[in-house]
Structure formats: C-alpha cells, structure tokens
C-alpha cells in the first residue's frame, strides 16, 4: 500500500512563496507512472497542478505555468512543489497524487495523500 505524507503548507502573502514536499513510501513507489499535485477549494472539483513522471517528465496547468515548480528527489521518492508569486487565487487544500499506471499514455493518479492547507492573502 503506497502512502503520501504532505508538508509545507501553510500561510503567505500575495506574490510570496511557499513550498510543499510529498513523501511517498510503500506499495508502487518505486515503479510508479508518476507524482503529483492537485488542489480543490470548497465547491470546485480538484483540479490537476503540477504532476512529474519517473522520468522527469513535467506538466503543469496554465494557471500556474510560470510561476509554480515541481521537482523530485527519486532516491527519496519526495517530491517538491515550489510555489513562487502566490495569489489569492491560490488558496486551497492541496494534495499530493500518485499513479501507478499509464492508461492512453496518461499516468492515472488515484492515490491521495490527506492534503495541506494553503492560504494566501492580500
């Protein structure tokens, strides 16, 4: 069973930064399709970040594109998400995904970790 440990939430003002770490241990891990990032707030559908294949491989969506990074230590199984000027319109739980497999060439992230916590004010 492969478990996902967030951190690095927290609190920042507008055009602050933040960065979040995922540790992932167990089950898959070290054969997994990828790691990833979503966020949902209070209403809206969870909607994909940033996500990073084992072999690098980045996507990231356009709202963050530019502002936002998402890295690996693979010989930690962590992965980072860097979060550089933040806006209000970021705040959000934000949780770390997993995929095991690929399916129409898209790593399919089904396993989720508790989330953390990002506010950004103005």
């Known amino acids: 069973q492969l478990s996902l440990m967030e951190s690095g939430g927290g609190s920042a003002q507008a055009g602050g930064s933040l960065k979040l770490s995922c540790v992932a241990s167990?089950?898959?891990?070290?054969?997994?399709?990828?790691l990833g990032w979503y966020r949902q707030t209070a209403g809206k559908q969870r909607e994909r970040v940033a996500t990073?294949?084992?072999?690098?491989?980045?996507t990231y969506s356009e709202s963050v594109k530019g502002r936002f990074t998402i890295f690996q230590d693979t010989a930690k199984n962590t992965v980072y998400l860097q979060m550089n000027s933040l806006s209000v319109e970021d705040t959000a739980v934000y949780y770390c995904?997993?995929?095991?497999?690929?399916?129409?060439?898209?790593?399919?992230?089904?396993?989720w970790g508790r989330g953390t916590q990002v506010t950004v004010s103005s």
């Open positions: 990073i294949e084992l072999d690098g491989t980045t």
């Open positions: 995904a997993a995929a095991a497999h690929r399916f129409l060439d898209k790593c399919q992230y089904n396993n």
């Open positions: 167990g089950g898959y891990v070290s054969t997994r399709c990828g």
